[in-house]
């Protein structure tokens, strides 16, 4: 029965490149962890995560093994055990080695994910949080269980830290699969920080007429925003180390993913709440109504605004590079520093991901472009780790209605692929990633697999967006030229609506294939007509 329902596509010529799909379950685990009722044998759960991989055509294997900072199901034993990184019972601290062992023998990459904030345990670096605010305050945020530990990035303890880390989960692992790299996420566990090390280190490295104190820095705008930048500097310095020490320890092709999103449905746009339609005719007429009017008049009540005027003005991008609002004396844009992607530009082996959800964040090539390193681009599809929509307002207290409960929420139909497929046409992706809330799974697997199977089947190599290839402009053609093996295009259907007998002017003289399923597709003078669905990803491939 698994054979007959595994996706199958085309592999890629021997020495192309290939690219990665995978997902993180943020709350899954629970059901083998730490709830009865689960499997008999952990294992067995992470069975069925192959098998429908295998369905959904999902090549790389994604697991969270730092949860805000905490172990989740791997031996810390070796490097201190629970004085340096607490850990389960024998049963669960072996279940990483495992996982891997498993997803070696089915042939899937792996790509551990690392939510890091310093070694938590008894003793461990973490709990030191030298990582120290700019105010003075002991934590960043309000929100102070989430800031029990925290790693500077400039601190070498930090490096030294983590790669211990790395040494168990993935360097003494390494000869049981193929791990791809890592995927490191911060989650206000990696903040700026202003210590007396960090400003004594700052002051020397910019050889400063004097040193440098947190007061000079809040006083002095343009001394702060050299800060700043010289803290995203080491940021990147302290990645392309893990880079190094993966590439350095039998991993030569690693890479290193970076997200700087610790969101859960992804940053919103700066400024006021607004609400992002296509229809703003529609809202301006709802909230014309008398009794709409009045509660628009709160400070809490979103405002719309025109989708293309956010696409045009490229506002998400702004948002994600720009510093996170704040509030009174707290220090959210120091807890969650943003993205620099032009830092990275250059950087081999490093990708800052590119959050991915709403149909804004994935219409303009802006981003997409200012985040493409020489390894590729990496972005991520955000989905709401929704855990309080079940739940009713009881005066001044709000109250569960199923307890603890998570449901990830897509578009309907072929339109599930809409973020993915835009993502495709204006930037075209290496590494697609999704965050789930709980146990993943798809409302419209065929259209999920199609795109999938598709996108598995084109060569992780810079593509070229092909302007006047198509007769019909939401259909998007790109490019990828090899050197022995032809050239491969990615047809990507943007619209809503399903195109028919569409026009594609082929760039380079061949034969034309399904690259997917290897189905002969017929041409005639240098033309071929196609007909997608909407948010379909069409893979072909023109020998010579």
């Not at 607490?86 to 990459?109: F, H, S, T």
């Not at 075209?428 to 990633?433: A, I, N, T």
């Not at 302007?467 to 490019?479: G, N, Q, T």
């Amino acid at each position: 029965p698994d054979e007959t329902l595994k996706a199958r596509y085309e592999p890629l010529p021997k020495g192309l490149p290939k690219r990665h799909i995978f997902w993180r379950e943020e709350m899954s685990d629970n059901v083998i962890m730490n709830q009865p009722g689960g499997m008999i044998d952990p294992l067995d759960w992470y069975r069925h995560k192959v098998r429908l991989m295998r369905f959904l055509a999902v090549n790389t294997y994604c697991k969270d093994l730092l949860e805000f900072g905490a172990n989740q199901g791997w031996d810390s034993s070796p490097h201190g055990g629970d004085a340096w990184v607490y850990q389960g019972p024998p049963e669960v601290r072996a279940l990483w080695g495992r996982i891997v062992e498993l997803m070696g023998r089915e042939g899937l990459d792996i790509l551990p994910m690392y939510e890091y904030a310093g070694g938590k345990g008894a003793h461990g670096l973490g709990h030191e949080k030298r990582a120290k605010t700019l105010g003075g305050k002991a934590t960043y945020t309000h929100i102070d269980w989430v800031e029990i530990a925290n790693a500077d990035v400039t601190d070498p303890d930090t490096l030294a830290d983590f790669t211990k880390m790395l040494d168990l989960t993935v360097i003494r692992q390494k000869d049981k699969a193929a791990f791809a790299g890592i995927w490191l996420r911060s989650r206000m566990g990696l903040p700026i920080s202003f210590s007396d090390r960090c400003l004594t280190l700052f002051s020397k490295e910019t050889a400063a007429s004097r040193p440098v104190t947190r007061r000079m820095i809040q006083d002095d705008k343009a001394l702060y925003q050299q800060y700043v930048t010289w803290w995203q500097l080491k940021r990147r310095d302290f990645l392309a180390s893990v880079r190094d020490y993966l590439r350095g320890n039998g991993l030569p092709k690693a890479v290193v993913l970076f997200g700087c999103d610790a969101s859960e449905p992804g940053w919103s746009l700066q400024g006021p709440r607004q609400l992002v339609t296509d229809d703003m005719e529609l809202w301006n007429r709802l909230l014309a109504r008398p009794e709409n009017k009045r509660q628009s008049q709160g400070d809490q009540a979103p405002k719309p605004i025109d989708y293309r005027q956010v696409v045009q003005q490229d506002l998400a991008f702004q948002a994600f590079t720009s510093p996170l609002s704040t509030w009174a004396d707290w220090e959210w844009h120091h807890a969650q520093p943003h993205s620099d992607p032009q830092h990275y530009r250059d950087a081999d082996g490093l990708m800052l991901t590119w959050t991915i959800n709403r149909a804004y964040t994935v219409s303009s090539p802006t981003p997409f472009d200012a985040f493409r390193t020489p390894a590729g681009l990496a972005v991520i599809r955000y989905n709401a780790l929704n855990e309080d929509v079940m739940a009713v307002r009881q005066g001044d207290k709000t109250k569960s209605i199923l307890g603890y409960f998570v449901c990830d929420v897509e578009r309907a139909g072929p339109h599930c692929m809409l973020a993915e497929a835009r993502a495709v046409a204006n930037g075209d992706p290496h590494y697609l990633g999704y965050l789930w809330g709980n146990n993943f799974s798809r409302g419209f697997p065929a259209y999920v697999r199609n795109f999938n199977t598709a996108f598995l089947s084109l060569p992780a190599l810079p593509s070229v967006r092909l302007d006047k290839a198509s007769d019909d402009p939401e259909v998007v053609v790109r490019a990828i030229a090899t050197q022995d093996h032809g050239t491969y295009l990615a047809v990507v259907n943007v619209g809503l609506g399903e195109k028919k007998n569409v026009r594609i002017q082929l760039p380079a003289p061949g034969a034309v294939t399904n690259a997917a399923t290897g189905q002969p597709l017929a041409s005639s003078n240098g033309q071929l007509t196609l007909s997608l669905y909407p948010c379909q990803l069409l893979a072909l491939r023109i020998t010579p």
